[in-house]
């Protein structure tokens, strides 16, 4: 893909197909699941790290490992137990001797967090302060050990399975930790005719790992490319009126969020939006951001950002009901203009 010397239409055009063949890799591996792979590759493109959450079976680290032989990055995966530590994670400085005996030195051992493709398999089966080791590498990108900081090599991305918190022997992932990943994307059951599918690929012959199909540079262009994309103040100002009504205490509230909800969304929140709406437009070949793409990504972008009241818990008021209600009451057109409509 040579950005340079090729004309805006071409370019997305490029970045549109490398994107489908990406996709065409994966599904030579996972059955179906199309909505969770379109989803990932949002992250993907954005830059930001994806939880995938699911019963277990569903195909989440299938989907990862695939996305990972696809990629031309380093793939390390990390299995999350109970008795899992921090320095299992980010590694540790261990005391070696020198050739001959000559003398000692500290040498630093790199746990699995070195990688660019890090499969954090079921991360809430570990304690909240394992679970805490990957704050720092998910938001800024290094990790500290024995007081050195290490940067990580670009592309980075944590692409964490999780099975429903009310299974036994799961950890609910600290607020801080959610808000660090840029989707939250639900693994559903397959239908009928994928499990029949998927019974016909891993009952057979082993199914071969696709080649490589983006290089470590490919990844790199998609994502500063993304960043390209053109958002519109309009769109921007939505963007900021779905966060702002996600909040009980904002006059912009709907009465469904006053009464279920206890924390909304914040910037971080507002961000995803615009970032994954970017990806939606580069996928789609387009230089700009719409409403529609807004509102496609909003329930991965939020669901993990909005915090529950007691009493929404005990009603049975899911997060997505109410995202739903804020996309339904939250107009596209701020309110003035709806006024001025109105009135005109």
């Not at 090729?6 to 996972?30: F, G, K, M, Y």
């Not at 990580?152 to 999780?162: D, G, I, M």
């Not at 929140?269 to 709406?277: C, E, H, P």
Request: charged share 25%; with cysteine; net charge negative.
């Amino acid at each position: 893909m040579n950005h340079a010397t090729t004309p805006l239409e071409s370019v997305l055009a490029d970045a549109a197909e490398a994107c489908q063949r990406l996709r065409n890799a994966i599904a030579t591996v996972l059955v179906g699941q199309d909505a969770v792979v379109e989803q990932v590759l949002w992250g993907i493109i954005a830059g930001g790290h994806v939880l995938l959450e699911g019963a277990p079976g569903l195909g989440k680290t299938l989907l990862v490992r695939t996305l990972a032989s696809a990629l031309d990055l380093e793939f390390r995966r990390i299995q999350f137990t109970p008795d899992l530590m921090p320095s299992d994670v980010t590694g540790t400085t261990v005391l070696v001797t020198e050739e001959g005996g000559a003398g000692r030195r500290f040498s630093l051992h790199k746990g699995p967090i070195f990688g660019q493709v890090i499969l954090a398999d079921e991360i809430n089966r570990a304690t909240p302060k394992t679970q805490s080791a990957l704050l720092e590498a998910m938001q800024e990108h290094a990790v500290t050990i024995a007081g050195q900081r290490h940067v990580l090599e670009e592309p980075f991305f944590v692409l964490a399975t999780e099975n429903p918190i009310e299974m036994e022997g799961t950890y609910p992932l600290p607020e801080a930790q959610l808000d660090r990943f840029l989707l939250k994307v639900l693994v559903p059951m397959p239908t009928e005719d994928e499990l029949t599918q998927i019974l016909e690929r891993t009952t057979g012959n082993e199914v071969e790992p696709p080649s490589k199909v983006l290089t470590q540079e490919d990844v790199l262009r998609l994502r500063s490319l993304c960043r390209s994309v053109v958002v519109a103040e309009p769109i921007l100002r939505y963007a900021a009126r779905l966060v702002a009504a996600s909040d009980p205490l904002s006059s912009s509230a709907s009465e469904r969020t006053k009464h279920a909800v206890r924390y909304g969304a914040g910037v971080r929140g507002a961000q995803s939006l615009i970032l994954a709406a970017k990806s939606i437009a580069l996928l789609e070949g387009r230089a700009h951001v719409a409403f529609a793409d807004v509102q496609k990504v909003a329930l991965p972008a939020l669901r993990h950002r909005i915090l529950r009241s007691f009493e929404g818990e005990a009603d049975g008021i899911a997060t997505d009901a109410v995202i739903r209600d804020l996309l339904q009451a939250v107009s596209c057109r701020p309110s003035n203009v709806d006024e001025a409509v109105r009135k005109g």
